[in-house]
């Protein structure tokens, strides 16, 4: 299998999903598929503080089977639950144990959402102790996950010489989220890119739609949803390492054969003329035609447009609740929110919006569809947490 940055295999094995049998890991199977996947070549395996038995069971396993100094583990530290400098430490040394280890190859500041919150990190002292547990060896790298706009990413990535990144990255996202400016941005600055939600948590593969479906299998038989969506990313070369939620033996073949085939640049024109195909065909029943191209950008009241349209298009290209915890993640989990109903109607954006959207209209429409109980009641506890 290819590896491209720090010898880093190029598929990831994603821990959130790990099999479950009766609400907890299934440790048989997903031994089973952990020394399958080492066996043919994957050696970053990514979890988290919050993913629930996931830190604990890799530890055990990798322990038992004596795998540690076969793989990198990346781990992450969940800003959001911190306080102070000693809820760090704490949850660390409790990452240490939980991972039979001493320590972490990878370790990321968990969906840092933007500037303002690395700022508050750096006050409270999280930046020279990451780098002093660097200095003694028990963090490796230093990186962070992200969700949010490209502007926010690049300003991140400016912000701190970062060993590494992890964005959320697919042939939907390529001009949402941090997107293949923010990504290539990353490689020209020499960070490495790890890519999460590939698949768009398995929505690229289970929920396309009927007619997207029959394009790919007329345009190729051979060729699953899943692996067009895989060779879209590894086609390019500021991309590390593809991570993927494999929790059964299936998926894991499938990912790994994929994953021994390809090669940067290897698309055909033909090829992108079909990912330009099969995005228009998903994207038929979006509420809002916005292409994300940032024109209307800054806002003066920080609404964060473009976020804002793609949660609510979600919303009704996939399902309402992905649409709701994007929109979640991605307006309200800020330092400053970035909410739809912070608009002044000032009309700004709309003198500069290429597609002519009625964007005052269409953030009326969205206050009304998504800021509703739920969210407000979500709101005020991600706002609790962050003060």
Not at 77 to 89: E, G, N, R, S, V
Not at 159 to 188: H, I, P
Request: aromatic residues 10%; proline residues 4%.
């Amino acid at each position: 299998m290819d590896k491209r940055k720090n010898n880093w295999s190029i598929l990831g094995f994603g821990c959130m999903r790990l099999p479950m049998k009766n609400g907890h890991v299934d440790m048989k199977e997903t031994e089973r598929e952990l020394a399958y996947a080492i066996r043919h070549g994957v050696n970053y395996f990514d979890t988290a503080y919050v993913y629930r038995g996931s830190e604990k069971a890799l530890g055990i396993l990798l322990k038992k089977n004596h795998w540690r100094k076969k793989v990198e583990i990346a781990t992450k530290l969940p800003h959001y639950f911190i306080h102070t400098l000693d809820h760090a430490k704490k949850i660390f040394d409790e990452q240490l144990l939980r991972l039979h280890t001493d320590y972490i190859d990878n370790y990321l500041i968990h969906m840092l959402p933007d500037i303002h919150v690395w700022e508050k990190l750096v006050c409270m002292g999280i930046l020279d102790w990451l780098l002093e547990k660097k200095a003694s060896g028990q963090i490796r790298r230093i990186g962070f996950s992200y969700h949010g706009n490209t502007q926010q990413f690049m300003e991140l990535l400016d912000a701190f010489d970062w060993d590494f990144c992890q964005v959320q990255y697919n042939y939907m996202d390529e001009n949402s989220q941090a997107g293949r400016t923010g990504v290539e941005y990353a490689a020209k600055k020499g960070i490495p890119v790890i890519i999460m939600e590939p698949l768009r948590g398995g929505r690229l593969v289970n929920d396309l739609p009927t007619k997207a479906r029959e394009m790919i299998r007329k345009t190729s038989p051979q060729r699953s949803p899943a692996e067009w969506a895989f060779r879209w990313l590894w086609n390019q070369s500021a991309v590390s390492v593809v991570l993927s939620g494999m929790n059964s033996m299936e998926m894991l073949k499938e990912n790994i054969r994929i994953a021994e085939t390809v090669k940067i640049k290897q698309l055909t024109k033909k090829d992108e003329i079909f990912y330009k195909k099969i995005r228009r065909t998903i994207n038929e029943k979006v509420k809002v035609p916005c292409t994300s191209c940032g024109y209307c950008q800054p806002c003066p009241a920080g609404v964060d447009i473009p976020g804002i349209f793609r949660c609510y298009n979600v919303c009704y290209t996939e399902n309402y609740f992905t649409g709701m915890r994007e929109y979640l993640m991605c307006t309200t989990m800020r330092a400053k929110p970035a909410n739809a109903s912070l608009c002044r109607k000032c009309s700004q954006c709309e003198q500069h919006c290429p597609q002519g959207i009625e964007i005052r209209k269409e953030l009326e429409q969205v206050v009304k569809h998504m800021e509703n109980p739920f969210y407000k009641a979500a709101a005020f506890f991600i706002r609790r947490m962050f003060r």
